[in-house]
């Protein structure tokens, strides 16, 4: 100990200090004075060191290199509608606490003359992932329920597949997809048209990945933990947002209910593309079953006002909304989403609702994309240490624009124009998804001389599957055919003859991707014994046993 009481540290506590990063060490007041004496510089006539390693990157933006990038907007859109004949969108954008760019483009609906507005409701798909996170930071700085806290605790019919991790999941495990539920978990019993109660009452049966350790985009698991908080507070998830988040924020046209979506007068129909830059409004998508995860509408001027709670860490109008505290805890990484390729490569990391990553100037980066192959598009971006955000909604499927309008904005944002054709790379990313997609058997093309299938009678009868409920193979007409789905509203799949005891039918809803194949398994001469449908197979419960 010297005159000033400082206890100089032994080697051990310096070795242990070196061995937390140099970036932690730099915070350290210790190895300012380690040896007890004032630090010194090498000599005079060395040039003079640079202050350690900021704790984050100051601002490099300003208003006139925002508002040179806001000029840039309008031709963005324009250039990305007329390459693809996208029916409409909306942007908007905020910087420091201002809503800087709020327009709309195009039509609402092909074919009618209702021009999209800032006011115009969109389904904005995943993009409620976001939302439903900062719902649920609002009940955690309430203290009604803790990040940390097993969704068991509030949801007792709560089960996965795993006893472990039934008892230990938390809301942060769910809302960062590292439960181990796989990726579609739920999704296609969603589209056969089960409800919430029924998906989140059969995930138990979903095979795991590893729990905390592995990432798998759930919906269901994410919607898992949107309807743990509502059940702390004894009420709906629906009731939950309105109340914690958007009549707080004057969000008069955002819901988790899809009625609210059909009531509104100013809507955007979803779109699909047939070629040609044609564009058809030939679905509607109603997600209330998974509405945490999928399920929000809403408008640019909405979301907006979102976006400034979000960059106002938790402050909206002067008045505090969210506990700053819980909010950043859904903005910092909580799983690796996409580790790095090579040595040098960037790791990409979700948060909770967010993903997060770190730009070519070491600024964290917030976003989140929301997709319906039903015909919704919709993405949000932030740099908070710029207090700079944007969204962009659109009524078309799935082909990257929402994400190169933001990508464009913020590139011009900091080099004054885009320096890279964003939408074509975005449309390249997209187009490899649904190219990863296809059906692994093509089954328009059936063989050149097909074995034929044994009478009708071998195979119609009715099926049981503790996932699916039951599977009734009949005749129609001479023909067979199957149906599945909820008892009170099941869907009637037409079978066609593909090769000796294999069907292919054509697969439904937001998953489906074409024909998929029905497999009777052989009994000699007798009835089949069971079926496999290879497209409800995905995590090895697509198989169907003849009830007895």
């Known amino acids: 100990m010297d005159s000033t009481g400082f206890v100089s540290p032994d080697r051990r506590s310096l070795l242990k200090a070196a061995g937390i990063g140099a970036a932690s060490i730099a915070a350290l007041p210790l190895l300012s004075s ?25 601002p490099l933006l300003d208003r006139a290199k925002v508002t ?3 000029t840039v907007l309008d031709g963005l859109v324009a250039e990305a509608m007329d390459s693809t004949g996208l029916p409409g969108m909306a942007v908007a954008v905020v910087y420091q606490d201002e809503v800087v760019y709020s327009k709309g483009f195009g039509v609402r609906e092909v074919g009618k003359p209702e021009e999209i507005g800032p006011d115009t409701v969109f389904q904005v798909a995943s993009v409620s992932k976001p939302l439903a996170s900062t719902v649920v930071a609002g009940l955690v700085g309430q203290q009604v329920v803790n990040w940390t806290d097993a969704v068991i605790e509030h949801n007792k019919n ?52 590893t729990f905390r350790s592995s990432y798998n985009y759930s919906n269901f698991g994410y919607t898992e933990a949107g309807q743990a908080a509502a059940d702390a507070m004894k009420t709906t998830w629906e009731d939950l947002a309105d109340g914690v988040l958007f009549r707080k924020l004057g969000m008069t046209a955002s819901s988790y209910r ?19 830059k044609e564009w058809a409004a030939k679905y509607r998508r109603n997600a209330d079953p998974q509405a945490p995860a999928g399920g929000a509408s809403s408008s640019v001027r909405d979301l907006a006002q979102w976006l400034r709670l979000q960059l106002g860490n938790g402050s909206y109008e002067g008045k505090p909304v969210i506990d700053p505290a819980a909010l950043q805890t859904t903005h910092v990484p909580h799983i690796v989403s996409g580790p790095a390729s090579a040595p040098a490569a ?20 917030l976003g989140h994309s929301g997709a319906f192959n039903f015909g919704a598009a919709t993405a949000v971006s932030m740099l908070p240490g710029e207090q700079l955000a944007i969204v962009a909604l659109t009524n078309g499927r799935p082909q990257g624009i929402p994400e190169a309008i933001n990508a464009g904005f913020l590139d011009a944002a900091q080099h004054g124009s885009p320096t890279v054709d964003w939408l074509a790379f975005t449309a390249g990313v997209f187009k490899q998804i649904d190219e990863s997609e296809k059906p692994e058997v093509d089954y328009t093309k059936t063989p050149a001389t097909p074995t034929p299938p044994r009478t009708n009678t071998a195979y119609t009868g009715t099926y049981d ?70 497209f409800y197979d995905r995590t090895g419960l697509g198989t169907f046993t003849r009830a007895s």
């Open 68 to 70: 040179n990038a806001l």
């Open 346 to 365: 960037r790791s990409r990391f979700y948060g909770l609702g967010w993903n997060v990553s770190y730009d070519d100037q070491a600024r964290v980066q």
């Open 258 to 276: 899809h009625s609210d979506y059909e009531k509104a007068t100013n809507k955007a129909i979803l779109h699909v593309p047939f070629g040609n």
């Open 158 to 209: 709560f089960a996965l597949k795993d006893d472990y991790v039934t008892r230990n999941a938390s809301f942060a495990d769910l809302l960062s997809h590292r439960s181990g539920l796989k990726t579609s978990s739920g999704d296609l019993l969603e589209d056969l048209g089960f409800d919430r109660a029924y998906i989140l009452g059969h995930l138990h049966q979903e095979p795991l990945d």
């Open 465 to 534: 599957n503790t996932y699916y409920g039951q599977l009734v193979v009949l005749e129609d007409g001479g023909k067979l055919a199957m149906r599945l789905g909820p008892s009170g509203s099941p869907t009637t799949f037409p079978l066609t003859h593909f090769d000796g005891d294999t069907f292919s039918f054509e697969s439904i809803g937001e998953n489906a991707n074409g024909l998929a194949g029905a497999l009777f398994a052989g009994a000699g001469g007798g009835s089949s014994p069971s079926v496999t449908l290879d």
């Open 34 to 58: 380690c040896t007890g004496e004032p630090a010194r510089l090498a000599s005079s006539a060395s040039p003079p060191l640079l202050p350690a390693p900021p704790g984050q990157v100051g």
